[in-house]
């Protein structure tokens, strides 16, 4: 069955905007890990306004599951990671400034750094991961990076989805074949929902990992809101 990697930065976005540590996001992945979770992911920005570089040096003291890093190897990024040996890193090509992961890499473009990422991170026995669009070229070039995995970036499947599911899925299911036609473990992220899901990983062959934060969290913040307000009710009765 494919795994289900639980990204908590939306949890650690939530406790930096009150300055506290509420929610404790160590706590809360300890928790989700009790409630099934095969994996936590976490992807620190450099400005940490959301899981911190502390974070992720604790999170790796309590973590029983599969810890995934997911970022942009710059020299701090790569220290850490190196330091940490999470069970896998995920590279991916963020820019500095950006809201969110929003395209995968030109492997072929940078060929040479990835080579040399992902060597550096094999050596200390951490498995490699390299976000991509579903782009033939662009998993071919994965490939001769050496890496052990892709992580299909999954945006544009969520966004067409909503109108053309089978149209959304094409491009993704073609890109899995090739990527274990060339030997390479396949994950995928990225706006992945209740909604959407089901019919990715029915469609998708060879699926080994998905990890998904925004829609989760905003799920289970809307699915608890029931239950809440009525303990609340509860409580102000008594
Ligand atoms: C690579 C990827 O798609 C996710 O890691 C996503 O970018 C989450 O990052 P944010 O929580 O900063 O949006
Ligand atoms: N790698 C994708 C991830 O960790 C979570 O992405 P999202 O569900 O927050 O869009």
Known sequence: MTKLSVNINKMATLRNARGGNVPDVIAVARDLEDFGADGITVH???DERH???ADV???KEVLKTEFN???NPNPRFTQMVLEV??????LVPDAVDAITSNAGWD????????KEKISEFKARGIRTSI?????PAMVEGAAETGTDRIELYTEMYASVYEKDPARAI????EAAELAHSLGLGINAGHDLSLDNIGYFSKGIPHLLEVSIGHALICEAIYLGLENVVNMYKHRLRS
């Open 85 to 90: 040996r999470p069970a896998q890193v995920t």
């Open 57 to 59: 040096y604790a999170l």
């Open 44 to 46: 620190p920005r450099p």
């Open 131 to 135: 976000f991509v669009d579903p782009v």
């Open 69 to 71: 890093i997911e970022g």
């Open 107 to 114: 492997t072929k473009k940078h060929l040479s750094f990835l």
């Open 51 to 53: 899981i911190r570089y």
């Open 170 to 173: 094409k491009p993704y299911a």
